[in-house]
C-alpha cells in the first residue's frame, strides 16, 4: 500500500495497525482529521463535494463524492434521505439496509480515494475509524445506438457504449445462461482499467482462458485507454499486418462467437469488444449472413473472397502484364491500352504509385472529416482528380478504372482491420509485379499465404479450417449451409461441448 503524508503526529510506538494509521495508510476515527486528510489528497479537485449531516441523534456525519461522477438522484433519494429522516443514531448504519447498489465498508485511504475516482459515495461517520462506500456512479455517457462502421439490415441496432457493466448487460440479453462467466482484471497503474472476460463455461476450451488470463495479468502499463491498445499487449504476432483479434461493437456478434467456443474481452471505456480466436475466414462473415438466406450469404462471402484477391493484385496484374506479358491482352483490348497510355510519360509502377496514394489520402480525409462533408470529399475529389489527370496526361483511362475497382473490393471486407491489411498488402504486390512480372505475382502471393498459414491467434492456426483442413468446419466459412445443417460447433476452437442442437434432416415439403 502506498505511503501518504504523514498527517497525525503521536509520540510513542503502538501495534502495527496503529502505526499504519499514523503513516496516514488508515482512516481516523476523529471526523475533522478525515476530512483534513481529504482537503490533502484532493487539494486540486474542485469538482470535490463535502457535504456534512447531522442526524437525530446529534452525532455528525461527512458524505463525500465527485461532481458529475455520481448519480444526483439515487444520491438524495437512496442516501440523503434515509440519513436524515429514517436514521437516529449511527450504531444503525451498520444494521439498516439502505436502498442503494452495493455497500461496503473500508478502513484504507487507497480504497477511499480509488472509489471516489470509481463515482462512488463515501460516508465518513464520527467516533468510527471506517467509512461506508455507497455505489451509486452516475458519470456522462451517451445511449445505445446502432454502430454506425456495422450496420446491418435484419439483425438488431444495438451497439455497445463506453461502459463496461452496460455492454456486459446487452450479452447477458442474448446469453441469459449461467455458464456464462466473467472475470474481471485491473489494468494500468493510472487508469485502473476494468478488462472483464466472458466465456461459456460448459464449451469454451478451458487453454484460451488460462492463456489469455495469463497475458492479461502479465500487463504492466500507466493506462489502458481503449481495445486497440490492449490488443497489441495480448495478440501473438506484433509484427504483422493481418489482425489476431476481431474487434465488434455488436452484442449479437459477441454472442454468436461465444457459442462457437470463443472468448470476448471487455475493456471499460471502450465501445469495441475483442473477440478471440479469430482465424483468416472470420473476417469476411458478417451477422447479416445469418439473417439472410443460405444460399444468398454464400454467394456474398464467395464475392468477399473475390474481392480480397482483386483488391491485392488487381493493380499489380495490369502493371505484370503492360510492363511484361502484353501479349496475352487481346489484341483489340491491347490497342486501347496503348491508345490510353499514349500521352502518358511514367512506366506503370509510377503511374499507379500516383493513382493509389491520393486515394489513400482522399480516403484518410473522409473519414477526418465531418460525415457530410467527408463523403462530399470522397465522390467529388476522386471524380475531379482521376479527370483532372487523365486530362493532362499523367495516368491513363485504364489506370482510373483499375484503381476504382481496388478502392470498391476493398470496400466489400466486412472488417476494417483486415481491409487496412489488404490495403498495405497491395503495395509490396504491385512493387514484386514490376520487378518480375507474372513470376513476382505468384511468389507475392506464396509469401503472402505462407505467411497468413503460419500465424497464430491464441495458439489456435489463423488458416483454419482450410490450413489445417477441417472439412466439417466448411459448412460455415466460404459459404454458409443452411442453420439446420450445422449441428456441431466448429472444430477450430476445441469446444468442449460439441453439439450444438439435435440433427435434423429435412425434405422439401417438411413444415
Do not use: C
Request: avoid cysteine; glycine fraction near 6%.
Amino acid at each position: 500500500m502506498r505511503n501518504y503524508r504523514k498527517w497525525v503526529k503521536k509520540a510513542g510506538k503502538g501495534t502495527r495497525t496503529e502505526q499504519a494509521t499514523q503513516r496516514g495508510d488508515f482512516l481516523s476515527s476523529d471526523l475533522a482529521s478525515n476530512e483534513q486528510m481529504l482537503l490533502q489528497l484532493f487539494s486540486h479537485a474542485p469538482d470535490l463535494a463535502l457535504r456534512h449531516l447531522q442526524i437525530h441523534s446529534g452525532e455528525e456525519l461527512l458524505l463525500v463524492y465527485l461532481e458529475d461522477m455520481v448519480d444526483k438522484v439515487s444520491l438524495n433519494d437512496q442516501i440523503l434521505r434515509p440519513l436524515l429522516y429514517e436514521i437516529g443514531s449511527t450504531s444503525e448504519l451498520f444494521q439498516i439496509t439502505l436502498p442503494i447498489g452495493k455497500v461496503r465498508s473500508t478502513r484504507s485511504w487507497e480504497k477511499v480515494e480509488e472509489a471516489l475516482f470509481d463515482g462512488n459515495s463515501v460516508l465518513f461517520i464520527e467516533g468510527h475509524g471506517s467509512a461506508l462506500v455507497f455505489q451509486n456512479q452516475g458519470w456522462p455517457q451517451r445511449q445505445i445506438t446502432e454502430p454506425q462502421n456495422e450496420s446491418t439490415l435484419k439483425g438488431g441496432h444495438q451497439g455497445f457504449v463506453e461502459t463496461a457493466s452496460r455492454n456486459i448487460a446487452l450479452i447477458r440479453r442474448y446469453l441469459p445462461n449461467r455458464q456464462l462467466k466473467i472475470q474481471q482484471y485491473i489494468v494500468g497503474k493510472r487508469s485502473r482499467t476494468e478488462v472483464s472476460l466472458l466465456f461459456l463455461q460448459d464449451i469454451v476450451n478451458p487453454q484460451f482462458v488460462t492463456e489469455i488470463e495469463d497475458r492479461v495479468q502479465q500487463i504492466d502499463v500507466d493506462a489502458m485507454i481503449n481495445s486497440g491498445e490492449l490488443v497489441e499487449f495480448i495478440e501473438d504476432h506484433p509484427f504483422t499486418l493481418f489482425p489476431q483479434f476481431l474487434l465488434t461493437e455488436r452484442p449479437d456478434s459477441v454472442a454468436s462467437h461465444l457459442l462457437q467456443g470463443r472468448i470476448a474481452l471487455v475493456v471499460d471505456r471502450s465501445p469495441a469488444v475483442l473477440i478471440g480466436p479469430a482465424s483468416f475466414p472470420v473476417y469476411f462473415q458478417s451477422v447479416d449472413d445469418y439473417s439472410t438466406r443460405w444460399m444468398i450469404a454464400s454467394f456474398l462471402r464467395i464475392l468477399r473472397l473475390f474481392a480480397f484477391f482483386i483488391a491485392i493484385s488487381l493493380p499489380s496484374l495490369y502493371i505484370a502484364m503492360v510492363s511484361f506479358h502484353y501479349e496475352v491482352i487481346p489484341l483489340d483490348l491491347l490497342i486501347s491500352v496503348g491508345e490510353s497510355r499514349e500521352q502518358v510519360p511514367f512506366p506503370p509502377i509510377l503511374e499507379a504509385l500516383l493513382m493509389e496514394f491520393p486515394l489513400e489520402m482522399l480516403r484518410e480525409a473522409g473519414l477526418r472529416l465531418p460525415a457530410p462533408i467527408g463523403q462530399t470529399i470522397g465522390v467529388v475529389g476522386g471524380i475531379v482528380i482521376g479527370q483532372a489527370a487523365v486530362q493532362a496526361g499523367i495516368v491513363s483511362n485504364i489506370m482510373v478504372i483499375i484503381v476504382a475497382l481496388t478502392a470498391i473490393a476493398s470496400f466489400i471486407v466486412p472488417d476494417h482491420d483486415m481491409a487496412s491489411a489488404i490495403r498495405l498488402v497491395r503495395f509490396p504486390m504491385m512493387i514484386s509485379a514490376a520487378l518480375f512480372g507474372m513470376i513476382g505475382i505468384s511468389i507475392g502471393l506464396m509469401i503472402l499465404i505462407a505467411h497468413l498459414i503460419s500465424l497464430e491467434s491464441l495458439g489456435m492456426p489463423y488458416g483454419t479450417p482450410n490450413s489445417p483442413m477441417r472439412l466439417q468446419d466448411w459448412k460455415d466459412t466460404w459459404i454458409r449451409f443452411p442453420l439446420w445443417k450445422m449441428n456441431k460447433r466448429p472444430l477450430s476452437t476445441d469446444p468442449k461441448q460439441g453439439r450444438r442442437q439435435q440433427a435434423a434432416s429435412r425434405k422439401s415439403g417438411d413444415r
